[in-house]
């Protein structure tokens, strides 16, 4: 059974650089049928879906994130990753991993979530 | 980006209610439209995919309906569980978006 586990700082200082993983267990990164995306919420705020990258390496971002979002894989170790730069406080949220198995970009599998918040 | 809406933004339901939520989309999306549910502290968990298509394990009491820009989430009878906040997302097109959220408490 697929499982998504997020990790990574709690604690970000503005104008860094935020740095996440997420660890897939249950199946592999590397099967064709799948591709893996990060979705954030800020406090009491709605969903925003930040990007995703196919087992191909194709990645695609939300266009207001897209200059400072990189989504990468490490297949050998079984994990995908976010990095988004130059952070401000707008950027505080909880970010999920996820991915769909049935339909593009319907999320089925979630990560628990991990909280960050930019802070000096 | 296609924009999405909800109403009503919150409702106060009783156990055993029949909840409906609807969901527009800012243009036609033909049948690509999603529902999950959240409660605090927890991830969105999918309810519905393909607008009426029943995830798996997701009791029958939810159901959905509708195509291109119009859309209702039902519950038929409201059970102590279900009391969350409800988001549609669409995902016909790049980038997925989502609703702001439908929130249901007990009345």
């Known amino acids: 059974q697929l499982q998504l586990q997020e990790s990574g700082p709690g604690l970000v200082k503005p104008s860094e650089t935020l740095s996440l993983t997420c660890t897939v267990s249950g199946g592999s990164i590397s099967s064709s049928s799948y591709y893996w995306g990060w979705i954030r919420q800020p406090p009491g705020k709605g969903l925003e879906w930040i990007g995703s990258i196919y087992y191909s390496g194709s990645t695609y971002y939300n266009p207001s994130l897209k200059s400072r979002v990189t989504i990468s894989v490490d297949t050998s170790k079984n994990q995908f990753s976010l990095k988004l730069s130059s952070v401000t406080a707008a950027d505080t949220a909880v970010y999920y991993c996820?991915?769909?198995?049935?339909?593009?970009?319907?999320?089925?599998?979630w990560g628990q979530g991990t909280m960050v918040t930019v802070s000096s | 980006d296609i924009q999405m809406t909800q109403s009503p933004s919150s409702l106060s339901a009783s156990v055993g209610d029949r909840v409906t939520i609807t969901c527009r989309a800012s243009q036609s999306i033909s049948s690509y439209l999603n529902w999950y549910q959240q409660k605090p502290g927890k991830a969105p968990k999918l309810l519905i995919y393909?607008?009426?298509s029943l995830q798996s394990g997701v009791p029958s009491r939810f159901s959905g309906s509708g195509s291109g820009t119009d859309f209702t989430l039902t519950i038929s009878s409201l059970q102590p569980e279900d009391f969350a906040t409800y988001y549609c997302q669409q995902s016909y097109s790049t980038p997925p978006t989502f609703g702001p959220g439908t929130k249901v408490d007990i009345k």
């Open positions: 996820a991915m769909p198995r049935v339909v593009v970009h319907a999320f089925d599998i």
């Open positions: 393909a607008a009426s």
